[in-house]
């Protein structure tokens, strides 16, 4: 039996950094949203016990499908921590650029955990948070897959319900850069510049930021046209740096100006990836 998840490209309406931690990490505080569309993941179960994924798809270049894969990572892990015998053949459609600021990995990671979870017939009250948690920052809101407030290192949850947000046009567009998070992290300024403002969508567009924007724009300029780009769309509600970059979006007014929009950005500038959805 084939079973298939999708691995839900994430924005981060909001990304407002607050200090450095002892450990390394930031203390952040996010506004996560998903679009309708990501990667996509399939596996069977193998009675061998084997783990083995293929890649193929727009950037399968740019990912190895060796144990160190997340998506690997997180079957072993699984695995080990609920005794399971059986093993998969995974198969991996990436259509995310890598290292660009809207999950990537860490969506392939929870697609994974959601779907070997179906797999291998584990309980449906099993806790996969935690094991999301120990796989990377973004995972466990990946996991999950709809709107949250994340804090901590982004792993803290709660629900983030924004009226008329769900259903909303999605523009995604990335320069062809790839950046690495732990660079832009050093890059930012050190500043506290505020919490999050209340969860409704006209304080968000008004008064929330992403603290990385600056950092990231100073390692890849190409982030400012992407943005500029976006801003002067017809039918615009918002646009912002998603992320550590250098994936921006767009959130637009209707279908008819997303249409619009894709098209128009795809004839000016070919070498952008472009994905048209809308907020889950």
């Given at each position: 039996?084939m079973l298939t998840e999708t691995a839900y490209a994430k924005i981060?309406?909001?990304?407002?950094?607050?200090?450095?931690?002892?450990?390394?990490?930031?203390?952040?505080?996010?506004?996560?949203?998903?679009?309708?569309?990501?990667?996509?993941?399939?596996?069977?179960?193998?009675?061998?016990?084997?783990?083995?994924?293929?890649?193929?798809?727009?950037?399968?270049?740019?990912?190895?499908?060796?144990?160190?894969?997340?998506?690997?990572?997180?079957?072993?892990?699984?695995?080990r921590r609920h005794d399971v015998t059986l093993g998969a053949d995974?198969?991996?459609?990436?259509?995310?650029?890598?290292?660009?600021?809207?999950?990537?990995?860490?969506?392939?990671?929870?697609?994974?955990?959601?779907?070997?979870?179906?797999?291998?017939?584990?309980?449906?009250?099993?806790?996969?948070?935690?094991?999301?948690?120990?796989?990377?920052?973004?995972?466990?809101?990946?996991?999950?897959?709809?709107?949250?407030?994340?804090?901590?290192?982004?792993?803290?949850?709660?629900?983030?319900?924004?009226?008329?947000?769900?259903?909303?046009?999605?523009?995604?567009?990335?320069?062809?850069?790839?950046?690495?998070?732990?660079?832009?992290?050093?890059?930012?300024?050190?500043?506290?510049?505020?919490?999050?403002?209340?969860?409704?969508?006209?304080?968000?567009?008004?008064?929330?930021?992403?603290?990385?924007?600056?950092?990231?724009?100073?390692?890849?300029?190409?982030?400012?046209?992407?943005?500029?780009?976006?801003?002067?769309?017809?039918?615009?509600?918002?646009?912002?740096?998603?992320?550590?970059?250098?994936?921006?979006?767009?959130?637009?007014?209707?279908?008819?100006?997303?249409?619009?929009?894709?098209?128009?950005?795809?004839?000016?500038?070919?070498?952008?990836?472009?994905?048209?959805?809308?907020?889950?």
């Amino acid at each position: 039996m084939m079973l298939t998840e999708t691995a839900y490209a994430k924005i981060n309406l909001a990304l407002h950094v607050r200090a450095r931690r002892a450990d390394g990490f930031h203390q952040i505080e996010s506004l996560f949203a998903f679009a309708e569309h990501g990667d996509v993941l399939s596996a069977s179960a193998r009675e061998d016990g084997e783990l083995l994924l293929t890649i193929e798809g727009p950037f399968a270049r740019d990912l190895n499908a060796g144990p160190d894969n997340l998506v690997l990572r997180a079957a072993d892990a699984l695995r080990r921590r609920h005794d399971v015998t059986l093993g998969a053949d995974m198969h991996l459609a990436k259509n995310l650029p890598v290292a660009s600021g809207i999950g990537g990995g860490s969506a392939d990671a929870a697609a994974a955990l959601r779907l070997l979870s179906r797999l291998w017939g584990l309980d449906g009250s099993v806790d996969l948070l935690p094991i999301a948690a120990e796989l990377g920052s973004d995972v466990p809101a990946c996991f999950v897959s709809h709107t949250l407030v994340g804090t901590g290192r982004g792993e803290k949850l709660e629900p983030g319900r924004i009226d008329g947000l769900s259903g909303t046009p999605l523009l995604l567009v990335n320069p062809g850069a790839a950046l690495s998070t732990a660079a832009v992290f050093a890059g930012w300024d050190q500043q506290d510049r505020g919490a999050l403002p209340a969860l409704n969508l006209s304080d968000i567009l008004s008064h929330a930021r992403n603290d990385l924007q600056s950092p990231a724009m100073a390692l890849v300029p190409q982030i400012a046209d992407v943005l500029a780009a976006l801003e002067g769309l017809e039918g615009l509600v918002f646009a912002r740096m998603s992320g550590s970059g250098a994936t921006c979006f767009a959130l637009l007014r209707d279908e008819i100006a997303l249409t619009r929009a894709a098209a128009d950005l795809q004839n000016a500038r070919p070498d952008w990836w472009i994905m048209e959805s809308q907020v889950r």
